[in-house]
């Protein structure tokens, strides 16, 4: 048993309702998921993280859950899910699974009995006030100029509760003892399923004051319980959270090797699209400078380009992100929330393989573990006449057939829209055809992941920022035990030789391993890194002790 699995793992993040349907009802489900496990694995996919699959009224893509214990029947049943646990693992696949319990659905039972009888016990299952508060702050899914704050009235209760997102999820009060044990129930019973862990959906709103909502103590002993729990009930599996603050509070999340094993590093994603708007690596260098100093052996930083919600900009300044909307979301429509971009990544770059090419460069040697969004590994784009996050949530396309070859069914049963027609469209981007070209973008990131495989130092080791005297270029190397990998990458759209002032004892036997072209060999005595625009190198160099 590897306990640190997660640390050199390749991620790959699909919501399984609009992956591959199997039943021809228009939904995908976990048979159509199972079908497609050959596909992931040859790809080089090690672990999955399944978006929501318990049963929800589905007003907010599954993160309104209405029963912990059941699976959305659209998706299968818990039979289903056994089986598709099964077959992951025979190919080396493991399985996360979204735990959203920040919140529920207002469907669920446990608001149901909370809003009809104050003396219930789960009355206290949420935050309940009598009267608003005179400064109630703002509901965060609000769009720029809405009037909404986070306190909703309910007339059967007469009392307002607390809602940190729409106004159907009302929040759980994390600080209710009882609640927590339900939680570890929930975990529990998982985990027995098969599954390696768990993606904790909105970590940081879980420890908010909330109107009446009051911990004793440390709120992150919470999280430390969680993780003894986990680890307890299995070892080896994991607690992925969602934690979208500056970097300075990354280590209280993080804990002393007591908290979440993996946090998503959204910092460093908001400065590589700063960096990649303005063509240069300063903003990026900057950002990983922010890091911590030290992740530990059981720590980890999820890196990643793209997710299923908007490209949420809010670590950058006002003007740094209008440089970035201007760039890559000139359209109105193309925004939402006021500090996000709703649109998928090949088509923010301009489906510019040069240039996608080298973010997918960085997303595999930035340090921490890289995680892909399905499609992202063939280029697919975004259908803005979609609502609101829907926009990047279209169905999967496999082949150049009915539906892209998601699902047999009639297109008007589709659970989301098919991308056809255009530069995007299923019949010029799909799976079917990129597996059968050899320069194909799926064929590149295929090779990029087996070589990320092949160099663990990039996961594993301490990251430090080389001085490349060129703003245009990112220089960066991590170091641990096995060795050292190397990454440079121009940000320009124009050839660059850097000079470098490295100590030639370092940087001695280190090979060129994957770059944009076959560059020739790198020279310690000579020290020069030529690029190419939009060029990246990989090098590497093994301990003489081994």
């Known amino acids: 048993m590897n306990k640190y699995w997660y640390k050199n793992a390749v991620i790959y993040s699909l919501d399984v309702e609009t992956f591959k349907d199997a039943t021809g009802d228009g939904t995908g489900d976990f048979k159509g998921l199972k079908n497609a496990l050959p596909y992931l694995s040859s790809l080089g996919v090690t672990c999955l993280w399944l978006l929501p699959i318990f049963d929800t009224p589905n007003r907010d893509n599954g993160y309104d859950v209405s029963d912990y214990y059941k699976i959305d029947s659209r998706l299968g049943d818990l039979g289903h899910f056994a089986q598709l646990i099964d077959a992951a693992e025979e190919v080396g696949i493991r399985i996360l699974i979204d735990l959203a319990v920040n919140h529920t ?114 709120p992150h002993k919470i ?50 699209y700063l960096a ?51 760039a890559f979301a000139p359209d109105e429509n193309m925004r939402i929330f006021g500090r996000g971009i709703r649109r998928r990544l090949a088509s923010i770059l301009g489906n510019d393989r040069k240039k996608m090419e080298l973010a997918h460069s960085l997303l595999f040697t930035l340090p921490g573990t890289p995680v892909l969004r399905y499609g992202e590994e063939i280029g697919m784009g975004e259908d803005l006449s979609m609502e609101g996050r829907s926009s990047v949530r279209t169905v999967m396309q496999w082949a150049n057939e009915k539906n892209g070859g998601f699902s047999s069914a009639p297109t008007e049963n589709l659970i989301r829209n098919v991308i056809s027609g255009g530069e995007y469209g299923y019949e010029k981007v799909n799976v079917s055809d990129q597996l059968r070209d050899p320069n194909s973008f799926l064929t590149w990131i295929s090779k990029a992941i ?63 391993v994957f770059g944009n072209i076959r560059y020739e060999s790198f020279d310690p005595k000579k020290p020069e890194v030529r690029l190419t625009p939009y060029g990246y190198r990989w090098m590497h160099k093994k301990h003489n002790f081994l």
């Open 450 to 512: 087996d070589y990320r495989k092949e160099f663990p130092e990039f996961g594993w080791g301490r990251n430090r920022i080389i001085d490349t005297g060129d703003a245009h270029v990112l220089g960066h190397f991590t170091k641990s035990d096995k060795g050292m990998g190397v990454a440079f990458h121009n940000f320009s759209g124009k050839e660059i030789t850097i000079k470098l002032e490295v100590e030639e004892e370092e940087f001695e036997n280190v090979i060129d």
């Open 223 to 272: 999280f430390r319980n969680f993780r003894d729990f986990v680890e307890t009930q299995k070892p080896d599996a994991i607690l992925l959270a969602e934690v979208d603050l500056d970097p300075n509070q990354y280590n209280k999340y993080l804990g002393n090797e007591d908290q979440m094993h993996m946090l998503f590093n959204f910092y460093v994603n908001n400065f590589t």
């Open 276 to 326: 990649l708007a303005r063509e240069e690596a300063t903003p990026l260098a900057r950002a990983l400078q922010r890091m911590p100093l030290e992740i530990t052996e059981k720590e980890q930083l999820a890196t990643f380009l793209r997710n299923h919600d908007e490209l949420n900009l809010d670590k950058l300044s006002r003007n740094e992100r209008e440089e970035v909307f201007k």
């Open 105 to 218: 659905s207002t469907e669920h039972f446990w608001f149901q009995h909370s809003r009809k009888d104050k003396n219930s016990k789960y009355r206290d299952y949420y935050i309940w006030v009598d009267e608003k508060p005179d400064d109630p702050e703002r509901n965060m899914m609000a769009e720029e100029g809405e009037d909404s704050t986070s306190w909703k009235y309910d007339r059967t209760a007469k009392a307002y509760y607390f809602h940190s997102f729409y106004p159907h999820q009302p929040d759980l009060n994390i600080a209710n003892p009882q609640v927590q044990e339900e939680i570890f129930r929930i975990m529990h019973f998982w985990l027995k399923m098969g599954v390696s862990g768990f993606r904790i959906d909105a970590a940081p709103h879980m420890f908010k004051e909330k109107g009446r909502m009051d911990f004793e103590g440390d």
